[in-house]
Structure formats: C-alpha cells, structure tokens
C-alpha cells in the first residue's frame, strides 16, 4: 500500500485533481477497484489519489484518464487547473 505523500498530502491541487478524478469515475458508474484494474494501479492508491493524499505522476493520471475515456486535460480543467 503506497504511503501519503509526506510533503504534499492534502494539497489544494491534489484534493482537487482527487475530486474530479472521483466525479468523472461516478459519471462512468465504475468503482475504484474497477478503475484501479482497469488503469493497471493498486486500489488503495487510487482512493489515496481521490482523497488528494499521493502526488500522483503524470504517467498514472494518463493511465486512469485512460481508464475513464476522457482526455487527462479534461480531468485538469475539472479540477480548475
């Protein structure tokens, strides 16, 4: 299980990225362990992820964008960014 990223854990951005990553999966009407297999992640990081706890990569929102069938754009500009 992938430990809360020390430095940024809570950070506005990542709550925010976690959020519409989390409305964008309850769009498609999939859970996060479906989501987590589907982007090839662990589940728990995928809920660590939704709750702005892992500074995510670039590589890892591609994958659950992917997963999602949205551009990972759109899961920035969801997320005000």
């Known amino acids: ?6 430095q940024f854990a809570g950070d506005p951005v990542l709550v925010s990225i976690g959020a519409a ?13 479906a989501l987590a ?3 090839n992640l662990d589940r728990s ?7 702005g706890e ?5 590589m ?10 949205v551009k990972p754009s759109s ?3 969801s997320a005000g960014l």
Not at 1 to 6: D, L, R, Y
Not at 54 to 58: D, G, K, M, V
Not at 60 to 69: F, G, P, R, S, Y
């Open 45 to 51: 990081y995928v809920g660590g992820i939704e709750r």
């Open 60 to 69: 890892n929102l591609v994958k659950i964008a992917d997963a999602l069938m």
């Open 75 to 77: 899961l920035l500009a």
């Open 54 to 58: 892992h500074n995510l990569t670039a």
């Open 37 to 39: 297999v589907d982007a």
């Open 21 to 33: 990553i989390r409305r964008a999966r309850a769009e498609v009407g999939v859970s996060q362990e």
């Open 1 to 6: 299980m992938a430990k809360p990223s020390p």
